[in-house]
C-alpha cells in the first residue's frame, strides 16, 4: 500500500478475518480522513467489533491490509499502539479502585511517571465530570459514568486516533447524549474517532460518514444524508389494516411508482420511496381503489433505518443472535 494521501487517517484494503469457517470480515475497505467521525453500522454478529479489533492489534490480520497514518498495522503493531486508544464495549476499569486509582494504573502502565500519571488523570476526571467521584470506589458508579471513565483511560496518552466499540450500549438516552457530547468534544480537540453502532440514530447524530456493515462486508459508504437519499427523497409509510393484503399493495405500489416497497418486519408495515412527495397521493388512490384499508400512514424524510432495511433486508435489531466477534 504506497502513496497514502494526505489526511488520510486509516487505510484498510481487502481486510478479512476467518474462524473456523466462518468469515467474520470479508474483504471490506475503508478510508477514515483525519478529524472526522467516521462511523460503522451494523447488527450484533456483523463483524464490527472483529473489524476495530484487527486495527487495533488485537487480532491478526488474515487477508487484506490496513494502515494507520501511513504506519502499516501487521507490520509495525507496536507503534500502531502509540497512535490508537481504544474503548471497548464493556468497561475495562477496576471495580475495587477509585476513578483516581484506575486512571493513574493506567498512566503508570502506559510508562507515564507517577506525578505525571496522576496529573493527568486529574485533568481527564475534570474534562470528563468525574471529579467529584474521583476518590468514590467504581462500584458505585453509574452505567454511563463508567462509560466516560472507560474512555478516559483511553486517552491517557493523547493518541490522535479513538475507536469506540459501541460507546453507548446499555446507557439511558439523557446519558447517551451526553456520551454524545463528549465524543463531539474529542473531535473538537483534534482527535479523529472511529465509532461502531447498531444505533441508527447515533450514526446519523455523529458521523461525519458512515460504512454500513451486514455479515462481513461493506453494503454501502457515504455521509449519512447520501445514504438517505439512496432510498428517496421521501418515505411514504404504510401500515395495513390487514397484514394478509401485503401482496396486493405490493403490486399497487409496483404499478404506480415501477418499483416494489420494502417491507418491514413488522407484520403489515411498508416503507415505500418516492422522488417526490406527492406521489404518495397516488399511492393512497390507487390503494383505496384496489380496496386495500391503511390503519396508518406518513410521509417523512428517509431514516438511516430504512436505508439499512433497504440493502440488507433486516433491521439492525433483526434476527441474527450471533455475537460480534
Known amino acids: 500500500m504506497t502513496d497514502i494521501p494526505?489526511?488520510?487517517?486509516?487505510?484498510?484494503?481487502?481486510?478479512?478475518?476467518?474462524?473456523?469457517?466462518?468469515?467474520?470480515?470479508?474483504?471490506?475497505?475503508?478510508?477514515?480522513?483525519?478529524?472526522?467521525i467516521f462511523g460503522i453500522l451494523g447488527p450484533n454478529?456483523?463483524?464490527?467489533?472483529?473489524?476495530?479489533?484487527?486495527?487495533?492489534?488485537?487480532?491478526?490480520?488474515?487477508?487484506?491490509?490496513?494502515?494507520?497514518?501511513?504506519?502499516?498495522?501487521?507490520?509495525?503493531?507496536?507503534?500502531?499502539?502509540?497512535?490508537?486508544?481504544?474503548?471497548?464495549?464493556?468497561?475495562?476499569?477496576?471495580?475495587?479502585?477509585?476513578?483516581?486509582?484506575?486512571?493513574?494504573?493506567?498512566?503508570?502502565?502506559?510508562?507515564?511517571?507517577?506525578?505525571r500519571a496522576r496529573s493527568v488523570g486529574d485533568d481527564l476526571l475534570d474534562r470528563f465530570g468525574l471529579l467529584d467521584a474521583a476518590d468514590k470506589p467504581i462500584a458505585q458508579f453509574s452505567g454511563g459514568m463508567r462509560r466516560r471513565l472507560d474512555l478516559a483511560a483511553s486517552l491517557i496518552t493523547r493518541p490522535p486516533l479513538i475507536f469506540l466499540d459501541e460507546p453507548t450500549t446499555g446507557l439511558d438516552p439523557r446519558t447517551r447524549g451526553q456520551?454524545?457530547?463528549?465524543?463531539?468534544?474529542?473531535?473538537?480537540?483534534?482527535?479523529?474517532?472511529?465509532?461502531?453502532?447498531?444505533?441508527?440514530?447515533?450514526?446519523?447524530?455523529?458521523?461525519?460518514?458512515?460504512?454500513?456493515?451486514?455479515?462481513?462486508r461493506k453494503v454501502a459508504e457515504g455521509t449519512p444524508d447520501e445514504l438517505k437519499t439512496t432510498v428517496g427523497d421521501s418515505t411514504l409509510q404504510l401500515l395495513l389494516a390487514d397484514p394478509a393484503d401485503v401482496p396486493a399493495a405490493v403490486g399497487v405500489v409496483r404499478r404506480v411508482l415501477g418499483s416494489d416497497p420494502?417491507?418491514?418486519?413488522?407484520?403489515?408495515?411498508?416503507?415505500?420511496?418516492?422522488?417526490?412527495?406527492?406521489?404518495?397521493?397516488?399511492?393512497?388512490?390507487?390503494l383505496r381503489t384496489a380496496g386495500v384499508p391503511i390503519a396508518s400512514v406518513s410521509v417523512a424524510k428517509p431514516s438511516l433505518d430504512e436505508v439499512f432495511l433497504a440493502l440488507t433486508g433486516h433491521e439492525t435489531d433483526g434476527d441474527d443472535n450471533e455475537e460480534d466477534r
Request: glycine fraction near 12%; charge should be negative.
Open 262 to 286: 420494502v417491507l418491514s418486519p413488522e407484520r403489515g408495515r411498508l416503507n415505500v420511496a418516492l422522488d417526490q412527495a406527492d406521489l404518495a397521493g397516488e399511492v393512497l388512490i390507487a
Open 6 to 36: 494526505p489526511g488520510v487517517a486509516v487505510r484498510a484494503e481487502g481486510l478479512a478475518k476467518t474462524f473456523g469457517t466462518h468469515r467474520a470480515v470479508d474483504g471490506v475497505d475503508l478510508d477514515v480522513r483525519t478529524g472526522e
Open 45 to 115: 454478529g456483523a463483524g464490527k467489533t472483529t473489524m476495530l479489533r484487527m486495527l487495533a492489534t488485537l487480532l491478526a490480520i488474515d487477508g487484506g491490509r490496513a494502515e494507520i497514518f501511513g504506519v502499516d498495522v501487521a507490520r509495525d503493531p507496536h507503534v500502531i499502539r502509540q497512535l490508537v486508544g481504544v474503548t471497548g464495549q464493556y468497561a475495562s476499569v477496576d471495580e475495587h479502585l477509585t476513578a483516581r486509582e484506575n486512571l493513574w494504573l493506567f498512566g503508570r502502565l502506559q510508562g507515564l511517571p507517577g506525578a
Open 179 to 216: 456520551m454524545w457530547e463528549t465524543i463531539r468534544g474529542l473531535v473538537a480537540d483534534g482527535c479523529t474517532v472511529l465509532l461502531t453502532t447498531q444505533y441508527l440514530d447515533e450514526a446519523d447524530q455523529l458521523s461525519d460518514r458512515v460504512a454500513v456493515i451486514d455479515h462481513g
